[in-house]
């Protein structure tokens, strides 16, 4: 299996079989999970970020792309890959982050509706995640994360 192929990642996931996919923030880290058994990992942005003494949120798009591309090119699993919030403002930043994604060889990405200190609407959150996966098309498994209730934000 290639790390990044995303029909076999999407295979992974099936109903009554949960898909477990711990967070690496290196090689190291990865090749130590992979070791353990899981079939997938699913990089870690605030983990990645500490590394490199930085806080979550603080890498762009084009460091945390390269790590988590180097860490897919050092494991035989699928790589999926935490993408924050697109790393974008606009639609067609979000959609550039995807693609981005999609070059790296990587088999998933997942977008967040939080940015910074605020939740997006869930209208605006739709439409990055519309953007994000006409963007994907079928190179790349996109998880649409609501991190709204980690901050709060009941809605």
């Avoid at 792309?65 to 860490?71: E, F, G, L, Q, V």
């Amino acid at each position: 299996m290639t790390a990044g192929d995303a029909s076999q990642f999407l295979d992974l996931h099936r109903p009554g079989d949960p898909l477990l996919c711990p967070n690496p923030w290196d090689l190291g880290s990865a090749r130590v999970l992979e070791s353990l058994g899981f079939k997938a990992l699913a990089t870690t942005s605030s983990g990645f970020a500490a590394t490199l003494g930085l806080r979550d949120g603080k890498p762009g798009p084009e460091h945390s792309i390269a790590s988590a591309a180097a860490i897919a090119s050092a494991v035989s699993v699928p790589v999926t890959a935490d993408l924050e919030d697109g790393y974008s403002p606009s639609l067609e930043g979000v959609a550039a982050t995807i693609r981005l994604a999609v070059t790296a060889g990587l088999a998933g990405a997942s977008i967040e509706d939080w940015h910074g200190d605020q939740v997006y609407s869930p209208d605006v959150a739709a439409a990055r995640v519309a953007a994000a996966a006409a963007a994907a098309g079928n190179d790349i498994v996109l998880t649409a994360r609501a991190d709204n209730h980690v901050h709060g934000v009941q809605d």
